[in-house]
């Protein structure tokens, strides 16, 4: 995996999963969108794979979010779940293809408006998922711009900020590329930040 920011590299393995050809939906927070997964699965019939205090239902977690940050994943339980960093830029790069596309399905900065809406094109506005029909070999839409997507991990050291990858309508080409990170807190609302949302994924060790 790569880290555009302080240009490292990191190799990891991934395992079989899938993903959302889209973004499930616009939610506040990173909090919201572990709740949504979990409820998902119920609805679904799927073992959900976050847990607090020993339970599944985000009812029972309470309302205090200082708590929240103990709340586990279980990658072997088959419900959906947030993407760790490490899937999302998988499947960015088209999962075994690798393609060595900046954007989604395009390799040109000047090219980028082709494949994602940011600063230059977007009018300051997100846009409908669908509108610019730029996928990359798997089909996975807006990969890069329009909105921010949630991934699990933990961006930083010794903070609570989570990841974020893609950009948003407000970023530069350069920070919607597959490989630019960024984080929030957890409890960072789309009214005071780029409007994030969650594409969710579900582990294949099961199936």
Known sequence: MKDRRP?????????DFEIETTERGFLDNW????????????????TPCYTLKGTASPDEWGKNRTEWKD???DFNADGYRLPTEAEWQYAAM????????LYTGE???DKARFSCWYAENSRNS????????????LGLYNMCGNVQ????????????????RGGSYKSSAEDCTI????????????NSFPIITPRCGISCNNS
Do not use: F
């Not at 088209?94 to 596309?101: A, I, L, M, T």
């Not at 997100?126 to 070999?137: D, F, P, Q, R, W």
């Not at 490989?179 to 789309?190: H, V």
């Open 7 to 15: 240009q490292k590299y990191y190799r990891v393995t991934v395992s």
């Open 31 to 46: 909090w919201q969108a572990v709740a949504e997964c979990n409820r998902m699965s119920r609805k679904d019939g799927y």
């Open 71 to 73: 709340i586990k994943c």
């Open 94 to 101: 088209s999962g075994d293809r690798q393609e060595k596309n």
């Open 107 to 109: 390799q040109e900065p």
């Open 126 to 137: 997100c846009h409908e998922v669908l509108s610019i029909h730029k996928t990359n070999s």
């Open 149 to 164: 997507e949630w991934c699990w991990d933990s961006y930083g050291t010794g903070g609570s900020k989570r990841s974020l």
């Open 179 to 190: 490989y630019s990170r960024d984080g929030a807190e957890p409890d960072a609302k789309a």
